[in-house]
């Protein structure tokens, strides 16, 4: 059995990067203090999980799929979730793999996540790099007004820091959010964030390349 790591959700983020917004995130490589690099410094990524403190992990644990009725045509991806131990990413997300189990019991809520991920990061935490992003994995999905909320929230935490976060990644099931946290207004709120849609096809192709 493979032991619980962070890795899958490293090369999610990665595969995710690369497939929707170009093959130059290909570069990026796995490291500590961020968790993805590129090798010439140029921008170092921060990959954690937010859940909201009302969620309970263990209500969608494998266990529970026992005695669901499940569709003949989703039997070959429940068949993977259980082998592999992963699941997010299939069957809309509904599911916890065994392995992943840790990864999202151990999850802030988003708000305290973003406030210590921006503390490390003024901090020089995370090392030298020309730019630093935050790639953040969310159980529940968020509407736009909280993405909206979001950014500026972050903005806002990192306003007066001078080393700080250009780009924050938000990571939904069938939704990446890419906000940039640069371009601000008067009021110093981030004016500029862009949605992609994944489709179920996708998310199959990211969870297997993500098992290797």
């Known amino acids: 059995m493979r032991k619980f790591d962070t890795c899958f959700f490293e090369r999610y983020a990665r595969i995710t990067l690369e497939t929707i917004l ?8 796995n490291e ?9 410094k140029s921008l170092g990524i921060e990959v954690t999980r937010a859940m909201e403190p009302h ?3 263990a209500q969608e644990m494998l266990k529970e799929m026992a005695g669901l009725p499940v569709k003949d045509e989703d039997r070959e991806e429940v068949n993977q979730i259980i082998s592999s131990g992963y699941g997010y990413g299939l069957q809309e ?3 916890v793999g065994h392995l992943e189990y840790e990864y999202w019991a151990l999850a802030q809520p988003l708000r305290r996540i ?8 003024g901090s020089g ?3 030298t790099f020309d730019q630093y992003g935050l790639y953040i994995f969310c159980k529940d999905n968020l509407s736009e007004e909280e993405v909206i909320l ?6 806002d935490l990192q306003r007066h820091l001078d080393i700080r976060y250009s780009t ?6 069938d939704k990446l959010y890419v906000c940039d946290l640069t371009q601000v207004d008067r009021l110093h709120h981030p004016t500029k964030c862009t949605s992609y849609d994944i489709s179920r096809k996708m998310c199959k192709e990211f969870f297997i390349k993500s098992l290797d």
């Open 22 to 29: 170009g093959e130059e995130f290909g570069a990026l490589v």
């Open 32 to 40: 500590d203090r961020p968790d993805l690099q590129m090798p010439d």
């Open 55 to 57: 969620k309970d992990v």
């Open 93 to 95: 997300g509904r599911y």
């Open 114 to 121: 973003i406030e210590s991920k921006v503390s490390k990061v």
């Open 125 to 127: 935490f995370y090392g």
């Open 150 to 155: 979001t950014m500026e929230y972050t903005s």
């Open 168 to 173: 924050m990644y938000l990571s939904l099931i």
